[in-house]
């Protein structure tokens, strides 16, 4: 298996677990607000929900940077 192909599957697991818990630790939240996007606005969401997955978008994100340092 490739390196590229382990990175991916390695982040889609690690994301895929971050997200179910995500959902399990927000049940119980009250503090709710919107989001205004550039046009509109969303429906109110818990502020846990809209920091826990901005945080897992920027690490499915972050999977296809590839630092290659030792790189001369």
Do not use: H, R, W
Not at 9 to 28: D, E, H, R, T, V
Not at 45 to 56: A, E, Q
């Amino acid at each position: 298996m490739s390196l590229f192909i382990k990175k991916l599957l390695y982040s889609a697991i690690f994301n895929s677990c971050l997200f179910a818990l995500l959902f399990i630790g927000i049940q119980n939240s009250s503090n709710k607000s919107k989001v205004d996007l550039l046009i509109n606005e969303t429906i109110e969401l818990p502020i846990s929900f809209v920091v826990g997955s901005s945080f897992i978008l920027g690490s499915v994100l972050g999977c296809f940077i590839d630092f290659n340092i030792n790189n001369k």
